[in-house]
């Protein structure tokens, strides 16, 4: 079992940065069995696959228009996986959930995770 708990969201002018941090608590397994990922739901959209990182952190993948912008970390110590934001344009307004799923695979497509938070609003503002 995986709760899951974003934090971090909020408005931002266009340009900044923003880290957003998801914490998790596990029973029954460690985090470090988990794979993470970040998705995003923008108003009016479906929602979109934005990174994932391994279950050792060491791998990772990113939505080829995000990349070089976002970068997905984690911490197994802390229970914790972020998602650092920089050059944050208009249209990264969206709702962001964190994901874990216990398959090695680095999912992007959100069917290929089971447990979700309650996702944080990033507003991004001219």
């Known amino acids: 079992q995986v709760q899951l708990v974003e934090s971090g969201g909020g408005l931002v002018q266009a340009g900044a940065s923003l880290r957003l941090s998801c914490a998790a608590s596990?029973?029954?397994?460690?985090?470090?069995?988990?794979?993470m990922g970040w998705f995003r739901q923008a108003p009016g959209k479906e929602r979109e696959f934005v990174a994932a990182i391994s279950r050792n952190g060491y791998s990772t993948s990113y939505a080829p228009s995000l990349k070089g912008r976002f970068t997905i970390s984690r911490e197994n110590a802390k229970n914790a996986v972020y998602l650092r934001m920089n050059s944050l344009k208009l249209e990264d307004t969206a709702v962001y959930y964190c994901?874990?799923?216990?398959?090695?695979?680095?999912?992007?497509?959100?069917?290929?995770?089971?447990?979700w938070g309650q996702g944080t609003q990033v507003t991004v503002s001219s």
């Open positions: 596990v029973s029954g397994r460690s985090f470090s069995s988990y794979t």
């Open positions: 994901a874990a799923d216990s398959s090695w695979r680095i999912g992007v497509v959100d069917d290929e995770y089971y447990y």
